[in-house]
């Protein structure tokens, strides 16, 4: 029997007087990549939302990874083994390019945090530890520039690609990239694409990939989900729902 990475049995989200999705049920399987795709407003960020449980279900019943996260809290969902990329990178400051890759390592720290706070050995240790990988990350993708850099005064597409490096290098079981390309150029796209193909051929993970660009999805999963004004439009083959009529209406109008 295949094992399933996301449940979602009859979910409905109400946000003041919009109902953002409306009665979603979808079995995402283990070890398999997904997209996520649909026009502005379809629901697919309210569904990454409520998938690490910073919006709760206002009907249905979520389940990550076998277990009932219904109405769990982020922190809970994200110990499950859960990483998701952000879809907006403007607002995180205060820390380097190279602080914030680190953060994607918490889940695989070799002590716990508290050696780190208490500044031990033992937490020195490990803290070197990230930081030499992250340096090396970097480095290897020919960012090692930017690694001493504030985030926020990096270039956008450097800020895109690093979140989306943070989210790879957790090894979490479940990972969902929410829209990866957005405000990227053609040749940031390019990029991209690379990282998370050669990421994919090295990985189990199941990735859940949201994004506008239907030929960068297209590329990537051989599965699609599609979305309209929180329903589910049509799912299955990526080739088949996307010269689905229902969901060329949904893009054109």
């Known amino acids: 029997m295949t094992e399933v990475s996301i449940l979602l049995k009859e979910v409905s989200v109400q946000l003041g007087s919009v109902r953002a999705l409306e009665r979603i049920s979808l079995a995402v399987e283990q070890g398999s990549r997904v997209g996520l795709v649909g026009p502005n407003g379809a629901g697919k960020t309210t569904l990454a939302n409520v998938l690490c449980g910073y919006y709760h ?133 390019s990029e991209m694409s690379e990282l998370l193909a050669r990421w994919m051929n090295e990985s189990s993970t199941t990735l859940l990939l949201i994004d506008h660009d239907v030929g960068f999805v297209r590329n990537l999963c051989p599965a699609t989900i599609a979305l309209d004004a929180g329903r589910v439009v049509s799912s299955g083959e990526t080739h088949a729902v996307l010269a689905d009529p229902a969901v060329i209406r949904c893009f054109t109008g």
């Open 57 to 189: 279900p206002t009907a249905g019943r979520v389940t990550i990874l076998g277990t009932d996260v219904t109405r769990a809290h982020p922190a809970r969902i994200a110990e499950l083994g859960v990483a998701r990329s952000l879809q907006s990178v403007g607002r995180i400051q205060g820390m380097s390019t190279l602080q914030f890759l680190m953060l994607g390592l918490e889940t695989r720290w070799p002590v716990n945090l508290t050696h780190t706070v208490l500044g031990t050995r033992r937490g020195r240790r490990a803290e070197r530890w990230a930081r030499d990988l992250a340096i090396e990350l970097l480095e290897e993708r020919g960012l090692g520039r930017y690694g001493p850099v504030a985030l926020e005064g990096c270039p956008y597409g450097v800020r895109k690609y690093v979140d989306v490096l943070r989210t790879l290098i957790s090894r979490s079981p479940l990972v969902i990239l929410d829209e990866p390309t957005s405000g990227l150029s053609d040749e940031e796209r």
